[in-house]
Antibody, heavy 121, light 110 residues
Framework: QVQLVQSGAEVKKPGASVKVSCKASGYTFTSYYMHWVRQAPGQGLEWMGIINPSGGSTSYAQKFQGRVTMTRDTSTSTVYMELSSLRSEDTAVYYC??????????????WGQGTMVTVSS | QSALTQPASVSGSPGQSITISCTGT?????????VSWYQQHPGKAPKLMIYDVSNRPSGVSNRFSGSKSGNTASLTISGLQAEDEADYYCSSYTSSSIVVFGGGTKLTVL
């Protein structure tokens, strides 16, 4: 079955960087775009960006431009999201999300389990 | 890009119907049929409930339905059940080729 498994929780200091991984299985990795969405504690969902695992092209939300980098490793079917210059407001659960089954690149039917990133001095 | 506007909370009794609105602009909700709705229980990942305005993924109860009029999309839940108590988020593709979410609506089943 289609599955996304993310890396474990992270605690980082302000100004540091974090790299979260999302390992995909159960489908052809290069055939489907992957998105990243985050959720701060008690807050709503926030779209961060999208990566095309086939060619590696990316598009990021303006808010994260210059601080976020999404990459992929086709040999391990893994996508990565790296966020730099971390501040306390970046404390959140980060999800990878896959539009897999319904022919709509913008409807996420498969989600990773989430990775909690805590930014604290 | 501003977030889509949802009511902070709605409530209903078991068996009743409720509707959650999601208001955007002609650059997002009004301009494309790429509106989705997600259900999220505490501590869980979101679950897709509606895609492309009104389509239900397999396995989602037909008590959930979606619609759109102009710049406002709506999610209706009929025959409310205790298990429907959750947070609900709408999302839309936009003219900037990005996704924008609503602020979320907390549904309380009385």
């Amino acid at each position: 079955q289609v599955q996304l498994v993310q890396s474990g929780a992270e605690v980082k200091k302000p100004g540091a960087s974090v790299k979260v991984s999302c390992k995909a299985s159960g489908y052809t990795f290069t055939s489907y775009y992957m998105h990243w969405v985050r959720q701060a504690p008690g807050q709503g969902l926030e779209w961060m960006g999208i990566i095309n695992p086939s060619g590696g092209s990316t598009s990021y939300a303006q808010k994260f431009q210059g601080r976020v980098t999404m990459t992929r490793d086709t040999s391990t079917s893994t996508v990565y999201m790296e966020l730099s210059s971390l501040r306390s407001e970046d404390t959140a659960v980060y999800y990878c999300a896959l539009p897999y089954d319904y022919g709509d690149c913008w409807a996420f039917d498969i989600w990773g389990q989430g990775t909690m990133v805590t930014v604290s001095s | 890009q501003s977030a889509l506007t949802q009511p902070a909370s709605v409530s209903g009794s078991p068996g009743q119907s409720i509707t959650i609105s999601c208001t955007g602009t002609s650059s997002d909700v009004g301009g494309y049929n790429y509106v989705s709705w997600y259900q999220q229980h505490p501590g869980k990942a979101p679950k897709l409930m509606i895609y492309d305005v009104s389509n239900r993924p397999s396995g989602v109860s037909n008590r959930f339905s979606g619609s759109k009029s102009g710049n406002t999309a709506s999610l209706t839940i009929s025959g409310l059940q205790a298990e429907d108590e959750a947070d609900y988020y709408c999302s839309s593709y936009t003219s900037s080729s990005i996704v924008v979410f609503g602020g979320g609506t907390k549904l309380t089943v009385l």
